[in-house]
């Protein structure tokens, strides 16, 4: 009976990792392809990287899109981490339930709701203080710290409640100023958190497609508004190199973090470790 | 150590402050107070202006009335029937999706779980990949699996199952594969989370006194996973309710789900008050399904505390 159900989970397993690759690894595979024609395939080649290289419009969209990532994300980084010590160090406070609340709901609210509902913020700040004047990368930008926040702000939480509150307790039992306790105790245990984060409030920003285009304004084209206007209209080859390198670079990205943090918690278990062992 | 100056203390307390207050003034001005604008708006009419529809207050000398608001918004979206066909639709795609998730998911879920501890990193690190990749992106994948001369038509052509291609893409079938391939990591992350952390020895001591898997499974594992299953679907359901990408881009033309139907209604016909509305119903049909799981988060957390 057990090996019968090994066997099913192993399928389950195979079946719902392929489910989850072939459709990227095929895309990978026809940015290669020669053929202008997506779907036959004519021979090996490199002709679309080396047109996405001569189109300026991907270029700027690209490099709008991650500026704007690279500053949303650190301010989302700050605020949710801020936002998670609010909820797990800070004890009660009035308004902590709606302060729940607001975090809670970004991490599933519909995306069109945010982005109209920010739009409309926008213009009647416009006609009360005239701010923020021209919509565009700034706009965008606060959109994105909104929603990313909320996912530093829950990473952030699930490691501050998963750590040992007595080294915390104790610097402040010898006299440490809470803020001083933060940056010297707190900060370096929850780095790891704050940097994963970053890196998914960064991948967020640089993916949102429905925020930037209510925010935005006639100027800013990020690069998924861009690209969602090509391929509206079906699969282009050059699409598939775009996004075969965006994968790649997130993908390897993703893994070398994932190694080093992973290397970290394996070096402070061993710290720890010694320490015990020293003691005895 | 001078510790207990006067002027510590009050830095103590300020900097309490600025952490609680700091993001709480952030997502009130930003995430919350939008919602109100939203509503106000719901009841306005549309003119051609800048902004595109009529204030609430008017204090000017020439307005004739210094307060102003119509219903006409929500008695449009009860006439026509585009609203209520993608409201339902939306409910509908979002429903069976998220159940397509449950039972995709949950085997994976249970299959990482018990996985030895090495496999369970490389497997979840491989659900959570695909998640930090380009959502955009991944939905464009699956046109070139679905289109005619895609992928899957190719294979099906060529093994001599079909001899024309069939229609997949832009179809509901499109949408439902998107949506389920979209938030399948959704489903699974706390699914695991929670699977991961029961007792597997109750299970043994069931199986040693003579009990089926199966019934294993429904009496002790199926019950105990509930909380998982909870929060993993509501993580499917209620960004899948709302969500506009898919249907644009692997739907039909009668795929109307609200998300896009909002999108177009906003993009296309700029009729901002109407939109609003169409935002402001949709919230109202959300907010159940939000309060039950961030009821579900807040027991979660207090449960580790």
Do not use: E
């Given at each position: 009976m057990n090996r019968q159900r090994s066997t099913f989970l192993i399928t389950v397993l195979c079946f719902g990792y392929a489910f989850l690759y072939i459709p990227i690894i095929m895309v990978m595979i026809y940015?290669?392809?020669?053929?202008?024609?997506?779907?036959?395939?004519?021979g090996f080649s490199f002709r679309w990287y080396l047109a996405l290289l001569d189109n300026r419009q991907i270029i700027e969209a690209a490099l709008l899109s991650l500026r704007i990532a690279f500053i949303s994300a650190t301010i989302a980084t700050i605020l949710g981490t801020l936002a998670g010590l609010a909820l797990t160090r800070m004890g009660r406070f009035r308004g902590r339930i709606l302060f729940t609340g607001m975090i809670v709901a970004p991490l599933v609210m519909p995306e069109v709701i945010t982005g109209l509902s920010l739009l409309l913020l926008f213009v009647s700040l416009q006609d009360f203080i005239g701010w923020p004047g021209e919509r565009g990368a700034t706009t965008i930008m606060i959109g994105h710290i909104t929603f990313s926040m909320a996912y530093v702000a829950v990473i952030v939480q699930s490691r501050l409640m998963s750590m040992d509150q007595s080294l915390e307790e104790a610097a402040m039992d010898l006299g440490g100023r809470p803020f001083r306790v933060m940056i010297d105790i707190t900060l370096p245990i929850i780095a790891p958190a704050m940097l994963s984060g970053w890196l998914l409030a960064f991948t967020l920003s640089l993916d949102d497609l429905v925020i930037a285009s209510f925010v935005s304004g006639p100027g800013a084209s990020t690069l998924p508004m861009w690209i969602y206007s090509k391929i509206r209209l079906g699969v282009t080859p050059d699409i598939n190199a775009l996004a075969t390198i965006i994968i790649t670079i997130v993908s390897i990205g993703v893994v070398i973090a994932g190694w080093l943090m992973l290397r970290q918690e394996k070096q402070r278990q061993q710290d720890v470790q010694l320490a015990y062992n020293n003691n005895l | 150590m001078s510790s207990n100056l006067p002027q510590q203390r009050i830095m103590d307390i300020l900097w309490r402050r600025f952490v609680i207050v700091a993001p709480y003034l952030w997502l009130f001005i930003f995430f919350l107070a939008p919602f109100a604008i939203i509503f106000k708006i719901s009841f306005a009419d549309p003119i051609?202006?800048?902004?595109p529809f009529t204030p609430l207050f008017n204090f000017s000398v020439?307005?004739?009335?210094w307060f102003y608001f119509t219903l006409d918004n929500y008695r449009f979206l009860l006439e026509d029937n585009l609203y209520w066909i993608s409201y339902l639709k939306s409910f509908k795609i979002a429903f069976i999706s998220t159940c397509l998730c449950l039972l995709i998911g949950y085997p994976m879920a249970y299959a990482i779980a018990r996985a030895s501890p090495v496999w369970r990193n490389v497997l979840l690190f491989l659900i959570i990949l695909p998640f930090w990749t380009s959502f955009l992106l991944r939905v464009y994948a699956w046109m070139g699996m679905l289109s005619t001369h895609g992928v899957i038509n190719n294979l099906l052509i060529s093994i001599g199952f079909i001899d024309q291609p069939l229609k997949l893409l832009y179809t509901d079938f499109a949408v439902y594969v998107g949506i389920v391939y979209s938030y399948l990591p959704f489903m699974i992350l706390p699914l695991f989370a929670n699977l991961v952390k029961l007792d597997f020895d109750l299970n043994e001591a069931a199986a040693d006194l003579g009990a089926k898997p199966l019934v294993i499974f429904r009496d002790i594992t199926l019950p105990l996973s509930i909380p998982g299953i909870i929060a993993g679907s509501l993580l499917v359901f209620i960004p899948a309710l709302g969500e506009f990408v898919i249907p644009a881009l692997l739907?039909?033309?009668?795929?109307?789900m609200i998300g896009r139907t909002l999108y177009d209604e906003f993009?296309?016909?700029?009729?901002w008050p109407l939109s609003s509305a169409v935002a402001t119903v949709l919230l109202l049909i959300l907010v159940l399904p939000m309060m039950i799981f961030q009821h579900h988060q807040i027991n979660e957390t207090d449960y580790q505390e």
């Open positions: 940015s290669f392809n020669d053929s202008r024609i997506v779907s036959v395939w004519g | 051609v202006a800048q902004p020439q307005a004739d009335k739907g039909g033309l009668d795929t109307l993009f296309s016909n700029r009729d």
